[in-house]
Structures are given as C-alpha cells and as structure tokens.
C-alpha cells in the first residue's frame, strides 16, 4: 500500500514499537507487527491490531503503573 504520509514510499510488512501515554502511564510494546513505509519508516498497525494494543494500555492504566515495557505477544 502506498504511505499516506509522504506518498513517496510502499509498505512492507515487519515490526514496530509502540509508545502510549495516559494518566501519568507510559506503556512501551515492542515487536508489533505492522506495516512499515520504505520510504519514511511511518507504520501502520490493523484495526485488531491497534484493538489489542489499546486493550493491552487501558489495563496497565487501570492497574496504577507508571511505566510497562513488554513485547508484544499475539495470543494476547
């Protein structure tokens, strides 16, 4: 697919880190598969993707902790 940010590049399928912050929690997810941009390097994560990820911040949030760095795991 063609990067909708620098419309110079196409996406190739590899990983990404992700980094979301909210109510004083920093949740950091490694290896999440995503599309990547050749050109630019932005990545672009499926709709069940970004579901799991956003599922995965909300219960660090709503644990209490500041600060979770783990890899992505596909089962979760």
């Not at 880190?17 to 050109?39: D, F, G, H």
């Amino acid at each position: 697919m063609e990067c909708v940010i620098c419309k110079n590049g196409n996406t190739f399928e590899g990983f990404t880190t992700v980094t979301l912050e909210q109510n004083n929690s920093v949740v950091v997810i490694k290896e999440v598969p995503a599309y990547i941009c050749n050109n630019c390097g932005h990545s672009y994560l499926s709709e069940e993707l970004s579901t799991k990820v956003l599922a995965i911040a909300q219960e660090t949030v709503r644990k209490g902790i500041e600060i979770e760095v783990s890899r992505f795991n596909v089962a979760s």
